[in-house]
């Protein structure tokens, strides 16, 4: 570990056989290990995997309170007395923050830590978690929106360990060749080590803490149309008439801010949507979903019903004095639900019951819920506002999980609605365990190569924290795109889980039609590709909610002890047995494709003769990429 930190002697590590997991040292500087057993972890157990929580505790007895929404399995607590002056070199509480370092053999391979614009591997990289809204985000943002405190760590010999920090606190994460520090403000924090013998049982125990995904409904693997924004109803009519008119698969679209009336959350604008109940009903007999977003501002006014049931209720987070804090987004000056309150988010969930039962929308998009806030350099709340449910504390503390408490409150509210339905429930703020409520896309990105391939790697990512149901806004949500990279936004997009084109008013129109006959063609054909790749979909997903297991998988999942496949992030598994190869760079027409073991074909002519077997035991080889369609095998024997 980097000597610039207090750092513990390093404990021996056998590097000829990738390290003895039980060698990850942790235990014996400080903190005392807690072994789960079955009857708290039955999957992880059944899987061979072993779960341990290393509980510390300071001098003065400090223990952090039970957190709703960070874990959804937490042992009963354990008093384990003061930490020595040695110990706490290496499980550090300096009264603020929170250290604790962890070394790992230097072959090892990491992964993880949510939403993060890099490659896929976090060796050598470090992470902010605080979400926040980065728009325009790049590889030197800080933070994003979502904050996953969850390491994947890859042994040599294929064998796995997950590490995961139970807080919702602002944190650093440091990740170097030999271990990483976790340092995170607040109380002490447990840390979880989950010992298991791959990394797909590390991932489905996983899961069994922080709780299984939702399966979305069926509908919602098409492909999703969206624009800030389609601003009438006649613009939305026209948009969906132009997709029927041109034989393009439409699964549903999407009603930005401007729906609202001056963009009051549960409104419509009369003006521009007369009938929205009329539309709606339109759009479903032609087979059309629709989703509107939802924020969590809501508009101080006098004339503003939910204004008033907030205020009557005290369903807004609060100054120290008990005054509702204020900020500014869309609609102007807001206060925003304190949704730590189980009373605030039933109040919540009952807005969004009657919004669904006035207008029958399919799905909701729970947008700015970080919270964002414009003209503050913190670009959210003061960390020094006040939730006062359960848990209780300042904003500072519960930030990261406001998100996620939003989207739970929404998905409430959506079942209330409507029962005997699967709700689709989209989120752009989240922690780990948000899947449990919500889908997610990786927020507003560029129309740039380089965030094309970050998509790969961000929806990998998010599979392995434990969010199966993830995309991309295909076109890149600011900029323009020249024509080859929207070609190629729509090569990569059948794959990836959840399917959406959205983008920026600013920005030039991206509907499939909008760069040319050639190229609608090339989107045309993507996009009943998609069609056809919905089953599969519809099975990936169902077994995620079962089991955990991602749709879209890292290649090492197929030989995790091969150290070529560990190295790979831009290509992907759907499944176990479809290999994905996009093409990521400007002018590329051939790719070098790495092939995990097994016997592989060309799912199309143009990458492969028909006869053509691709051996994964032969390494990389170059393919041709021509525009039009990605590179796509399939594993010998297996049915698309």
Known sequence: MNGSRATPSPRPTDQSNGGRLAELP???????????????????????????????????????????????????????????????????????????????????????????????????????????????????????????????????????????????????????????????EGPPFDLYRIEGPSPQAVTQALCELIGLPAEPPEWALGYHQCRWSYESEAEVRRVVGEFKRRGLPLAAIWFDIDYMDRWRVFTWSSERFPDPAGLLRDLREQGVRTVAILDPGVAIASDYAVYNEGLAGSHFVTLEDGRPAAGRVWPGLCHFPDFSRSETRAWWAGLVQRLLARTPLDGLWC??????????????????????????????????LYGQWMAEATRQGAL???????????????????????????????????????????????????????????????GDPEPELFERWFELGPYLPFFRGHSDKGSCRKEPWSFGPRIEASVRANLLLRESLRPRLQRLLAEAARTGLPAARPLFFAAPERADLAQVGDQFLLGDDLLVAPVLERGARERRVVFPPGRWRALWPEHGAPDERFDGDDGARSVPAPLGRAPVFLREGAEL
């Not at 072959?107 to 591997?121: C, D, K, M, N, T």
């Not at 042994?155 to 271990?179: I, N």
């Open 367 to 400: 947008d700015m819920n970080e919270p964002a806030l414009f003209r503050t350099p913190t670009k959210t709340l003061s960390p020094r506002a006040q939730h006062r449910g359960s848990p209780q504390g300042s904003h500072g503390r519960f930030h990261n």
């Open 416 to 478: 209330a609605a409507r029962p005997g339905e699967r709700p689709f429930v989209l989120t752009r703020a989240g922690h780990l365990g948000a899947a449990r409520f919500a889908a997610t896309w990786t927020g507003d990105n560029q129309a740039r190569w380089e965030d094309l391939g970050w998509a790969v790697s961000m929806v990998l990512t998010l599979g392995l924290c434990g969010q199966p149901f993830s995309g991309p806004d295909v076109g890149g949500f600011f």
């Open 26 to 184: 942790i235990e014996g500087y400080g903190i005392r290990a807690v072994h789960l057993h079955g009857a708290i972890c039955p999957r992880a157990e059944a899987l061979g995997c072993s779960v341990t929580v290393f509980e510390p505790e300071t001098e003065r007895g400090e223990r952090p309170p039970e957190l709703d929404g960070v874990l959804a399995q937490r042992p009963a607590r354990r008093s384990l007395g003061a930490l020595s002056a040695a110990a706490r070199r290496a499980f550090e509480h300096d009264g603020q923050t929170m250290r604790v370092q962890v070394e790992w053999p230097l072959s090892s391979q990491a992964y993880g830590l949510g939403e993060v614009a890099a490659p896929l591997g976090r060796i050598g990289r470090n992470a902010t978690l605080w979400n926040t809204d980065a728009w325009a985000f790049g590889e030197h943002s800080p933070s994003l929106y979502q904050s996953h405190p969850y390491l994947l760590v890859l042994l040599p010999d294929g064998r796995a360990v997950g590490l995961l920090a139970a807080t919702p606190e602002r944190g650093l994460v440091q990740v170097l060749k030999d271990g990483v520090e976790f340092a995170f």
